[in-house]
């Protein structure tokens, strides 16, 4: 298996809400990450689990909270979204070390209401 | 202030011919490149990288070159092929990409036209 999953594809959502976002590898890889794209922009990392551990917050705000139940899965919890928040979420993963490339998940098209 | 910078949003070429992608980049503190590839809908697929103490990696028919006294890197593909038709993105880390923050550039959109 040399994939990230991502689920849901799409969602779209409230602003009182609270949603998650699921990612999955079965590679391996011991670092994972969260990254946002906006139309037209480059990926933006938000956060980044090295061992199951946050290790890097690019100050995202409160309202998306990461969490890594184990090796395998990376989740980002939605609550209270703003519509300046739609936006393409990206999951990746990647051996730690030098010299790796990532994987990217296909993301979920976030659409806030 | 962009750190990684593609400043031309789209190439078209014509099949069978070589594609060059530019990408600069402004910390000389970056010490490893790569560029993705992402089609509509799919999320960045990695295509090649290049550690700083290189100047050239080659895989198939993408090689990518850096210069590091220009901060410049590019990406070859030879030949172009109708299905490389998508967005590159190049992007750059420090620590050789443990930290997990690629910086990555605003993209080149490639067609190649048969």
């Known amino acids: 298996d040399t994939e990230v999953t991502q689920t849901p594809k799409h969602l779209v959502m409230g602003m009182t809400n609270k949603k998650s976002l699921k990612c999955e590898q079965h590679m391996g890889h011991r670092a994972m990450y969260w990254y946002k794209q906006k139309a037209k922009k480059p990926p933006e990392l938000m956060f980044v689990y090295s061992y199951e551990k946050l290790s890097i917050n690019e100050s995202v705000p409160s309202r998306f909270s990461p969490e890594c139940p184990n090796s395998s899965l990376l989740n980002l919890h939605l609550h209270a979204l703003q519509p300046e928040d739609s936006a393409l979420y990206l999951c990746?993963?990647?051996?730690?070390?030098?010299?790796?490339?990532?994987?990217f998940g296909s993301g979920t098209r976030l659409t806030v209401v | 202030d962009q750190q990684v910078k593609q400043n031309s949003p789209s190439l078209s070429v014509q099949e069978g011919r070589i594609s060059i992608l530019n990408c600069d980049y402004t910390n000389s503190m970056f010490d490893y490149f790569l560029w993705y590839k992402k089609y509509p809908a799919e999320g960045p697929t990695f295509l090649i990288s290049i550690s700083s103490i290189k100047d050239k990696n080659e895989d198939g028919r993408f090689t990518v070159f850096l210069n590091k006294s220009a901060k410049h890197l590019s990406l070859h593909i030879v030949p172009s092929q109708p299905g490389d038709s998508a967005v590159y993105f190049c992007a750059a880390s420090r620590y050789g990409g443990s930290q997990g923050n690629l910086i990555f550039g605003k993209g080149t959109k490639l067609s190649v036209k048969p």
């Open positions: 990746a993963s990647s051996q730690t070390g030098e010299g790796y490339g990532y994987t």
